[in-house]
T-cell receptor, first 113, second 114 residues
Framework: EPEVTQTPSHQVTQMGQEVILRCVPI?????FYWYRQILGQKVEFLVS????????KSEIFDDQFSVERPDGSNFTLKIRSTKLEDSAMYFC???????????FGPGTRLLVL | AQSVTQPDIHITVSEGASLELRCNYS??????LFWYVQSPGQGLQLLLK??????LVQGIKGFEAEFKRSQSSFNLRKPSVHWSDAAEYFC????????????FGGGTRLMVKP
């Protein structure tokens, strides 16, 4: 069964450093998403992406965040200058056009020191 | 704005007992509703979804959920819990437009006693 994959599974970085989290969505899906889950808190929406542009973003998704689909298979989330409060599990998800079922990857656990 | 409430943070049931996890939502129109399960260290796995039609939906692993518009609820049920069901369960509501966000509840952690 096709699945969403994410790399790395864990990343440790120093505050102020840039990180790029990578995702490979399900191959025939056209909508891509990032969510995050701070330890002990709810899963929160960050951004959705379709047709090479952001279709919706939350107030969490400020100027330090960006997303990109650099090729036909990868979908990335970049955090330009990480803060301690960016420590969280980041989930990528994808869905087919015209449906709302989002399929999630296993997540990347980011720790900012 | 859409929102989801899962009133029970933790639930413990005995193996073989029945289970009901509560979910209440707030949404201006007919919602799309989902239940996801997260095992320790794992991602979010879709258990079941409701888009329209029959209000009782069947999912994987023997789970079912019932949409009750009058109560704004979408409770998850299983007639007989297995030890492997121990996990965290998330209810989520989505909007009608593809590409829009899911709003998750706070989750219910299920523990299963032998």
């Amino acid at each position: 069964e096709p699945e969403v994959t994410q790399t790395p599974s864990h990343q440790v970085t120093q505050m102020g450093q840039e990180v790029i989290l990578r995702c490979v969505p399900i191959s025939n899906h056209l909508y891509f998403y990032w969510y995050r889950q701070i330890l002990g808190q709810k899963v929160e929406f960050l951004v959705s992406f379709y047709n090479n542009e952001i279709s919706e973003k939350s107030e969490i998704f400020d100027d330090q965040f960006s997303v990109e689909r650099p090729d036909g298979s990868n979908f990335t989330l970049k955090i330009r200058s990480t803060k301690l409060e960016d420590s969280a599990m980041y989930f990528c998800a994808s869905s087919e056009a015209g449906t709302e079922t989002q399929y999630f990857g296993p997540g990347t656990r980011l720790l900012v020191l | 704005a859409q929102s989801v409430t899962q009133p029970d943070i933790h639930i413990t049931v005995s193996e073989g007992a029945s289970l009901e996890l509560r979910c209440n939502y707030s949404y201006g129109a007919t919602p799309y509703l989902f239940w996801y399960v997260q095992s320790p260290g794992q991602g979010l796995q879709l258990l079941l979804k409701y888009f329209s039609g029959d209000t009782l939906v069947q999912g994987i692993k023997g789970f079912e959920a019932e949409f009750k518009r009058s109560q704004s609820s979408f409770n998850l049920r299983k007639p007989s819990v297995h030890w492997s069901d121990a996990a965290e369960y998330f209810c989520a509501v989505g909007s009608h437009n593809a590409g829009n966000m899911l709003t998750f509840g706070g989750g219910t952690r299920l523990m299963v006693k032998p």
